[in-house]
C-alpha cells in the first residue's frame, strides 16, 4: 500500500476544518483517528522487532519528484524498522491530543486555525516518519518547523507567545540552514540523498563528510533542544497546552534524535560520537538543573524534557542506539501524560503557571492518579516504564565511570524536581485556604481531557508490562543498573516529600537565593541577548557604512554639478569674453594642429 | 524611375522660382499687412520648393547648374529637411509673431540662404549662404523691439567675426584653387602651411556658428535673449546650416589634407572640439534654471555629438553625424516650441513647471520623450544617433570618444530627469490650453522622433547615401 | 509563425489603444497582460510538448547595419518570460490598489510590459538594449509620478544608477558590434563571435557588462538605488521592479556567464563579491523599519545568492539561479502586494507603529508570512528547488565552503519572523480601520500562490524545459 495515504485523512481534515469553526474539532480528530487505523492497515503483515529497530531500512516506496542535468530528486518512503516505531509511536499518540485539544481548546473563535495548524504539523510529523531520504525528511522537517512556530506563537494578542515564536522561530531556521547545508554538501560527496544508500556505501573518510555531519548533527541539536540551542523549548510552553504535549515533548523535539539515531553508524565510521556524548551530558546537566529552580509548572516539564533528549543524546554518543530509542519509546508516553496533567491544572487555575501558586487536583482523584503515575515514570521507579530507558542508558555507560556517575547524580535530581512539581502545589493546597479565583474549576474538569490521561497512564504501566512479558528486557539492562537506578529514583522522591511536602515551612521558599541565581537558565538566555546585541552592533556598523558610501557616490553626483557651476561662472554674456574665448579657441587649434 | 535629365532641371528651376515666389509673396505681404496671406503664402511656397526638392532626390539626380551650384543626394537630402524645419517655424511663429509678414521675409530669406549653403559648389555659395541666414536671423530678434536688440547685436557681431575669418580663410585657398570650387585642390597639399592656417581659420569661422566650445560662449545669452521662435529657428536651422558647411568644407576640401599618421588633421581638430563641446554643455546644463537656458546648454553638447562622426571622419561617421543633424533638428524644434508656449504662460524657469503633467499633460509628455531622445534613450531617435556615432567612432579605432559621448549622454540625463521631476510633482492648478499650431509642430516632431525611433532603417540609408554623396573620405 | 513579434505586438497596441482613450485603462492594461500570459502558456505547453523550446523569428529592422529584428525563444527566456507574464497580469488586474491615476499606471504598466517582453525575447543584444532601456524608462515614472512622499529623490537615484548601468551596457554592446566577425550581436552566437576577438576586448566588454548587469540586479557595492526605488513606488511599481526589473541583469548574468570563456578568471572574486553583498544586505535589512523597504532588503539578498550561483558556472547553478529568478519573481511581487495592501489599509509602512494586522487583516498576513515561508526556501514552494539547484551548483564549483551564503537566510529569515510577530501576529494596540481587500486583490494573491506552490510542488514543468 502506497505509504503516503496515511497523511491523506489527516490532512483532509485539517483542511476541512478550515471550512467550520463549529466542527473543526471532530473532523480533526476523524482525520487523526483514520490516519491512525490507515497506519495499522499500511503495518499489518510487517513484523516488528526492537532488536532491529535502529536498522536504516530500504525504502518501500519511492516517487520521483524533479531532475535537473545531475541532479535527480526522488521522495523514498520506509514503513520498516525504525521508521515503523516512529510511526507507531505518533499514530497513538496524535489522537489522544486531539482527543485532548476538544476539552482544552475552549476559544471558538480560533478553532479552525488550531486544528488545522495541529493536523498539518501530525501530517508533518507522519511524514518524518516515514521518510528514508534527506529530501522526504527535510520537507517534513520544514513542515514540523513551521507549525510549530506558528502554534508556539498561536495566542499572538497576549503578550508573550509572539516573543516565544520569534524565540523558537530563530533556532529553527539556524537549523533548516544548518540541515540543508549538510544535505546539500553529502549529495555532493555521494550522490545520493538516501539513508540506506548513504549507509551501506561504506562511508569514506573526507572533511566534507565529516564537516556535512556536524552541520547535520548542530541542525537535529536546534530542532532537538541541545545545548547551545535548548532555550527555546522552555519558552515555546506559551502555545497550548496540547501543543506542548505533542509537539515540544513527545514527537517533534525527538526527530533530531531519531535522525542521528538513524545516520549513527556515519557518525561511528567519521568518529563524531564523543561529540554526540558532551553535547548530552552538558543538556541534561543544564536540563536537570533549570528544572530544579523553574516555579514555571510547564517549564519544568519543559526542562525535564529537554534532559531527557540529553540522555538520548548521549546513549547515542555511546553508541547505544537500543538504550536511546527505549527511552525515546517510553518518555514518549509519560511526558505526554505528564503535559496533559499539567494542562488539566492549569485549565482549572485560572492559567496560572506559578507552581507556589496554584492548588493541584483539587480533590480529583484520576487526575492525581495520572500525575503520580507519570512523575513515578519520569523518576524511573521501578515498573513505571520510564525506568526502561533510564536503567539502559546506565548500562551502555558502565564502562564509563564518568558519565555512568554523572547520569546517576541526574537520575536523582530528575526524581528530586519532579516530586518538587507534585509536592509544592499539593502542599499549597494543604497549608492556605481556598483563594477565590484559583483552583476552583476542578470540578469541571473535562472528560475529554481526562480520559486521554488515563489511557496514557495504562501505556506508561502497560510499556514495562510488555517489557517484561516479551522478557527481552536483560539484553538491555543489568539487574544491577536497575537495582541502582531505582534506589536512586526512589532517595530522590523522599528527599523531595522531606523538603517540600512534609515540614510546616517550605524549605526552600519560592525566593531562595539559590534560586534565583539558578533560574537565570545558567545564563544562556544572556549569551542569547549577546549575540543579538553584537549582530545588531555589526548591522549598524554596516548602516553607517552605507550611508557613508551613498553619501560618497552622492558626492560625486555633487562635484559634477559643482563643476558645471564653476564652469558657467565663466559666462558674464560679455562681447569682450566671446572675442577672448574666440582667439583662445583658435589658439588651441593651432596648439593641436602643431603638436 | 527614368527621369530624363531635362525634367531634373525642370525640378530645379521649380525650387528656385518657388524660392522667388515665397520672397516675392513675402513681400508683398508686408506691404499689405495680411498675415493669413504671408503665412499660407509662406508655406505653399515652402511646400512647393520640398516637392520640388524630394522630386530631385527620387530620381537620383546629381549633376552641376547655374556654375556655381550642384545638386546631389546630400544637398536634397539636408534642403528638404531644412524646409520642413522652416516650415515648422513659420508654423510656430502663427499668432506668436507681431509681425508674421516680416517675419515670413525674413524665413524667406533664411531659406534662400539655406538653399544656397546646401546647394553650394562653390566656397562663395556658402559664405554668401551663412551671411544670409545670420543676417536674417538677426533682423528677426530684433525686429521685436528693444528688449531684443541686445542678443541681435551679439548675433551680429559673432557672425561678422565668424564670416570676416571665413573670408581670410577663403582667400588662402586661392593659390590652390582660384575658382574656389567644393573640390579636392588639385595640388600637392602635405606640409603646406597655407593650407593649414586656411584650416585653422575656417575651423574657427564654422565651430563659431556651430557653438563648438570654447566658441560657444555666445549661444546661451543669444538664445534666452531671443524670441523662442527665433530661438527654435537658431538651434534648427543656422546651428544645423553651419554643420552642413563643416561637413562640405572640411570632408570634400581638406579630406587629404593628412598629418604624418595619415588621418587627416581636421579630425584631430574636432576630436578635441568634440571632447570639450560635450562636457561643456552636459556640465553647464547640470546648473541651469531657466528652461531655454537648458535646451541652449544641452543643444551644444548634442553639438559635440556631432562632432564625433566628423573626427571620425569615416563614411559611417559622417552619415552617423547626418542621422543625428537631421534627428537633433526635430527634437529641438519640439523642445522650443513646448518652451514657446510655456512662455506665453509665463513659465521661464525649471521650477515653475511644476504640476506641468496635471495642467497639460500633452506638453509634459511630448517634452518628456523629446528629452529622453535627447539624452539617447531607446527606441527613440536621439538613441540610434547616438548609437550610430559611438560604434563609428569605435569602429575608427577612436574609442576614447565613444566612451566620453557615453558617459556625457549620462551626465545629462541628470538634468533632463530634473525637468521631468519637476513637471510630473502632482500639484493641483488649471488646465492650460495648448495652440494647435504648436501641438502641429510637436505632434510632428513626436511623430518623427518615435517612428524613426522605432524603424530607423529608411534615415539611416537616405543619411548613408547622403554620406556617399558628399565624397566620404 | 509570428507568435513571438505577437508578444510584443500586443502590449504596443494596446498602449496606443490606452493614449487614444480616456477610460478603463486598468482594464485594457489587464486585457494586454493577460493576453500576453495566454500566449506564454500556450507555448509552454507547446514547448513541453514538442519538447524544444527554440523558436526563432528574424524581421529586417536596420539592415544597412546589419541589425535584424531578432526574436528568439529558448527555454531560459521561456522561463523567465513565464515568470514575467503572470507578475506583469497580477500586478495589472490587484497592483493598483489605490485605484488613483489609473490611466497612468496602465500606462506606464503596458510600457513596462513592451520593455519586459522584448527584454526576455530579443535575439540580439541591439534589441537587448532597446527593451533594457523601456523597461528602466517606465518605472522611472512609476516611481516619478505615482510614488509616495519622497519619491522625487529615490527616482532620481534610480534613473541615474540605471542609465549609468546602461550606458556602460550600450559601450559593450558597442565593442562587441564592432569587433564581431559580420557586425552579429545575435545573443545565441555571441561566445563564437566572442572567441575570435582579441582578448583585451572580451576582457573590456565583459566587465563593462558585468558591471550594467550588477547595477540592476544589484550586487553590492551598487546597490543603493534599489532600497529607495522599491519603497517609494507605487505598489505596482514594486511589484514589478523587484520581480521583472532586477531580473534583466540577471538574465544578462546568464548571458555573460554562458558566452564568455574569460568568465572563469573572474568567477570567484565575483562569487567572493556576491557573498559580502548578501551578507551586507541581510545585515542592513536588520536597521530597516519600513515594510516595503525591508521587502525590498530581500531582494538584494536574494540576487546576491542567485549571482553567487551563477558564477558557479555550471549547470545547475546556472539554472537553479534561473529557477530562483523565477521563484524570488513571483515571491516578490506577493510581497510587494501584500505590504502594499498593508499600507493602503493602515495607512502606515513603519513596523514600530503597526501592531497586530492580524487582526484586522487576516489574509494579508498569512500570505505576508507564506511569502517570507518562500523566500526562506521551505520545500514545496519554489525557493527550495532554487536553493537546492543553485548551492549543489556552488559546492560543485567551490566545495563545501560554498554553503556559506545560505547562512545570510539566516539573517534574513530572522529578521522577516521577528518583523511578523512585531507588527503582523502581535497584540493589536490601537483600534485600526478594518482592511477592506477587494475580490481582485484575492485573485492576485491567489494567482501568485497558486504558482508559488505549483511551481515548487511540480517543479518538472519549468525543468523539462530545462532539461530539454
Redesign the interface.
Known sequence: MNPLIILLPILLGGILSLASQKYSRFIALAGSVLSSIVIIFVLLGSSFSFASAYTAALPTYSLN???????S?SLYLSTMSINELLLILVGIISPLIFWYSIGYMDVPSENSRYYFELSVFAASMLLFAMSADF?TM??AW?GLG?TS?LLI?FW????EP??A??KA??TI??G??LM??GI??I??SFHTFVFSTLINSQATQS??FA??LL?ILFASFTKSAQFPFHEWLSDAMEGPTPVSAFLHSSTMVKAGVFLIALLLPLYISAHLLPVILVFGIITAIFGVINAVSSKHIKKILAYSTIEDLGLMFVALGLGAILAALLLFIVQTFYKALMFMNAGSIMKANDEETNIYKIYSFGGNKTLLAAAVIGSLSLAGVFPFSGFLGKAAIDTSASSNIMVYLILVALDFLTAFYIFRWLFVPMKQQKSNPRDSRIGTNFAYAKKSMIVPQLILSVIVIGVSLFAFYMNSISQYITTTDLIIESAVSIAGVAVALFVFYIPKRALFSERSAARNFLSKGLFVNAAYYYIARF??L???A??IF?YE??RF?YSG?RG??D???A??K??S?S?N???T??A???I???L??VL | MAISAIMQMQFVYILVASLILLTVSNILSVFSRRHKIAFFGTIAFLFISLTATALLYASNASFYFFSIFHTNAFSEFFFMFFAIAIIMVETLSYKYSHELPAFSLLLSLVTFGVFLVTFAYSLIAILVGLETVALASTFMIIMNGKRFVEPAVKLFILSAISIAIFTFALALLLPYDPQLTLSLPGTSQAGSYLLGLSLILFAGALSLDAAAFPFNLWVPDVYEGSPSNVTALLASVNKKVSFIAILEVFIIIFAAYRSSFGTPLFSLVFFFLSIFTMFFGNLVALVQKNLKRLFAYSSISQAGYIFIGIAVASTAGIQASIFYIVSHMFMIIGAFAIVLWLESKSIRNIDECTGLASKNSFAAISLTILMLSMAGIPPLVGFIGKFLLFSSAVYANDAVLAFIGIINSFISIYYYAKVINQMYTRRQGKKMQMDKNIAIVVIVCLIFVIAVGIYPQILISAASSAASALGAV | MTILLSLIAVPILFLALMLLTKRRSGSLATISTFISLVIVVYLLIFSIINKSASINESYSYISSLGIGFDLSLNSISLVLLLMSSIILFVTALSGNIKKEMERTASILLVLFQIGATGLFLSGNLFLFFIFWDIGVIAPFFMINILGSANRRNASYKFIIYEIFASALLLFGIILIYIFAPGHSLSIAGLSSSLSQMPMYVQQLTFILLFLAFMINMPIFPLHSWLPDAHTEASTQGSMVLSGILTKFGGFGMLIIFTSFTIAHNYSFYIAVLSVVSAFYAALLIMRQHDIKRIVAYTTIIEMSIIMFAITAMNTLGLYGALFAMLAHGLVVALMFLAAGSIEHAFSERSIDVLKGIAADAKLTSYVFLVGILAITGVPLTTGFIADVAMFLGAIGAYGAYAVIPLFSLVLLGGFMYYVVNKSIFSTKERTQSSAFIGSSQKIGYAILLASIFIFGIIPSIILNIINI
Open positions: 519528484w524533479f531532475s535537473l542535468s545531475t541532479l530528486v529530501i527535510f520537507i520544514e513551521i512556530y506563537g499572538y494578542n497576549k503578550r509572539p516573543y515564536a520569534r522561530i530563530t531556521i539556524i533548516d540552514i540543508l547545508s546539500l554538501i549529495w555532493t572533511t566534507n564537516i556535512a552541520l549582530v545588531q555589526v548591522a549598524h554596516i548602516d552605507d558610501l551613498n557616490f553626483a559634477t554639478t563643476l558645471g557651476n564652469i558657467r565663466t559666462e554674456g562681447v569674453l566671446y572675442l574665448a574666440f583662445v579657441g583658435l588651441f587649434i593651432i593641436i594642429l
